[in-house]
Structure formats: structure tokens, C-alpha cells
């Protein structure tokens, strides 16, 4: 027969690592839930509300409080299209090519610089710029909180994922070994020898 021995051996350096991995982890969930809930709270003090795309086809989020990254999303889709639309689908860097334009076609006609300023068609260019350029100010200032969402969860997840790690880890720092040995063989029996015939009685003479 053989004897089974069953031994535990830990490994300290990868317990170890398990530990400070779970809480890497853990930190990370905290910091994104942290940041998610902060650019939350940022959002809903503006009091925004997604607008409507057009009367037609207003948006699936028309209507709801900008508060998440889905309906921040949907206020920056909806304020491009209302600053191309005011602009006549032109961008912020297109309408000041075309106030340069105008500019130049003014002075070479010989306008001064004050009847420039006060045409009425550089005052539409300036104003109609001015709107885009709110527009673009705005896009980005909420895609900036897209982003801000999409990090945090990002950070989240991979908090989540340094946990499992962790656990796994100290799972694998202590290893059972199992040993088997022959057993020591047994002595052989000591042979049984037939008893000795017994000798004959003596004759007993009276």
C-alpha cells in the first residue's frame, strides 16, 4: 500500500500581490463612481434640457434633464443642428473665411474700416459667427462630460477587473501538493513448525 501526504504551501510575494491588486481595484471603482456622480451633479445644476432636433423628428431624448452621458450627447447633436441651420450649414470657420471675404471686397471698393464695420451684411456674417461659435462652445463643453463619463467607466470597469485579478491571485498563492510513498513493507511471518512427536510413554513396572 502506499501513504498519501497532503501539504499546503503559500506563497507570501503572490498573496501579497493579490491583496494590494484587490485593493487597486477597489480604489478605482470608488474614484469612478466618485467622478461619474460629480459630473452628474455639475449637470443637473445647469438645468438643461435636451432640445428638440426639429419639430418632426424631436429626438428619442427631447425633453428629459441633460443628466448623463446620453442625454449630454443628444443637447450637443441637437445644438449642432440649430447652429448649421442658423449659419445655412455653414461652420464657424467658414463663415469667417467669408467675412474676410467681404473685407477685402469692401476696402478694395474703398469703404473705410467704420463703414465696413456698420455694413449690414459683415453685421448678419458677425452675428450669424457669433452663433456658431456659442454652439461650438457649448458641443464641447458637453462632450467634454461624455468623455468625463466614458473615463469613469472605463476606470470603473478596470477596477472591477483588478478584483477578480486579486482574488485569483490568492487563490493560486497556496498550492496543495499531494505525496505518495510506498509504505514500508511488512516483516514475513515466522514459519510454524509441526510440533515434535511425542515420545513414547515409559512401560510402568509394577
Not at 477578480?164 to 514459519?191: D, K, N, Q
Amino acid at each position: 500500500m502506499r501513504t498519501t501526504t497532503t501539504t499546503n504551501t503559500t506563497s507570501p510575494a503572490v498573496k501579497l500581490i493579490g491583496v494590494l491588486t484587490i485593493l487597486a481595484g477597489v480604489i478605482m471603482i470608488a474614484a469612478g463612481g466618485v467622478t461619474w456622480g460629480m459630473v452628474t451633479s455639475q449637470l443637473k445644476e445647469e438645468h438643461i434640457v435636451v432640445a428638440a432636433v426639429t419639430p418632426e423628428a424631436p429626438g428619442r431624448l427631447a425633453g428629459n434633464a441633460v443628466a448623463d452621458p446620453f442625454t449630454a450627447y443628444a443637447q450637443a447633436d441637437a445644438i449642432k443642428h440649430h447652429a448649421l441651420t442658423a449659419s445655412g450649414g455653414k461652420t464657424y470657420a467658414q463663415v469667417g473665411d467669408e467675412i474676410k471675404a467681404l473685407t477685402a471686397k469692401l476696402t478694395a471698393d474703398g469703404d473705410s474700416a467704420k463703414e465696413i464695420a456698420a455694413n449690414k451684411d459683415v453685421l448678419a456674417l458677425n452675428a450669424t459667427r457669433a452663433t456658431v461659435m456659442n454652439g461650438s462652445f457649448l458641443r464641447t463643453a458637453l462632450f467634454a462630460s461624455v468623455i468625463a463619463y466614458g473615463v469613469a467607466a472605463l476606470v470603473i470597469g478596470l477596477g472591477i477587473l483588478f478584483v477578480l485579478l486579486g482574488f485569483a491571485l490568492r487563490m493560486v498563492s497556496t498550492t496543495t501538493v499531494a505525496t505518495s510513498t510506498p509504505a514500508a513493507p511488512e516483516a514475513p511471518a515466522a514459519p510454524v513448525t509441526p510440533a515434535a512427536h511425542a515420545a513414547p510413554a515409559a512401560d510402568v513396572t509394577e
